[in-house]
T-cell receptor, first 115, second 112 residues
Framework: EPEVTQTPSHQVTQMGQEVILRCVPI?????FYWYRQILGQKVEFLVS????????KSEIFDDQFSVERPDGSNFTLKIRSTKLEDSAMYFC?????????????FGAGTRLSVL | GNSVTQMEGPVTLSEEAFLTINCTYT??????LFWYVQYPGEGLQLLLK?????DKGSNKGFEATYRKETTSFHLEKGSVQVSDSAVYFC???????????FGTGTSLTVIP
């Protein structure tokens, strides 16, 4: 069964450093997403991406964050200058359709620890 | 706005016990509702869904009914197994935009 893969599974970084989290969505999907979950809190939406541009983003997704689809298979989330409060589990998702009938398929997540 | 409130965990049950995990939602319009499950070391996997009021989603012995009058989508299973130990997430997709709204997740441990 096709799946979304995320690398690395755990990333440790120093405050102020840049990190790039990588995702390979399901190959025929067109819609891509990033979510995060701070320990003990809800899974929160960050951004959605379609047709090589951001289609929706939350208040969390400020200028420190960016997304890119650098080639036909990868989808990346970059945090320019990490803060302690960026420590969280980051989930990538993809879907073949949009709207509230579309199922989103999630990766296993990248745990980001900012020291 | 849109939000999901999910029963706090962790939940520990004996094998063959009855499971209920409560989920209520707030939404504008007519959302679709989902339960996802996360087994250790894996991604969130869709467990079941319902797209309109009174729909019942079911999979692997789990069921949830979309109740518009009580804005609820409680997850139930009649007889849990050790292999059901996982974290369960209730989620909502509104009819505007593509983002999902999740609850905090409920950790379930089933002991033999």
């Amino acid at each position: 069964e096709p799946e979304v893969t995320q690398t690395p599974s755990h990333q440790v970084t120093q405050m102020g450093q840049e990190v790039i989290l990588r995702c390979v969505p399901i190959s025929n999907h067109l819609y891509f997403y990033w979510y995060r979950q701070i320990l003990g809190q809800k899974v929160e939406f960050l951004v959605s991406f379609y047709n090589n541009e951001i289609s929706e983003k939350s208040e969390i997704f400020d200028d420190q964050f960016s997304v890119e689809r650098p080639d036909g298979s990868n989808f990346t989330l970059k945090i320019r200058s990490t803060k302690l409060e960026d420590s969280a589990m980051y989930f990538c998702a993809s879907s073949g359709t949009s709207g509230n009938r579309g199922i989103q398929y999630f990766g296993a997540g990248t745990r980001l620890s900012v020291l | 706005g849109n939000s999901v409130t999910q029963m706090e965990g962790p939940v520990t049950l004996s094998e063959e016990a009855f499971l209920t995990i409560n989920c209520t939602y707030t939404a504008t319009g007519y959302p679709s509702l989902f339960w996802y499950v996360q087994y250790p070391g894996e991604g969130l996997q869709l467990l079941l869904k319902a797209t309109k009021a009174d729909d019942k989603g079911s999979n692997k012995g789990f069921e949830a009914t979309y109740r518009k009058e009580t804005t609820s989508f409680h997850l139930e299973k009649g007889s849990v197994q050790v292999s059901d130990s996982a974290v369960y997430f209730c989620a909502l997709s509104a009819n505007t935009g593509n983002q999902f709204y999740f609850g905090t997740g409920t950790s379930l441990t089933v002991i033999p």
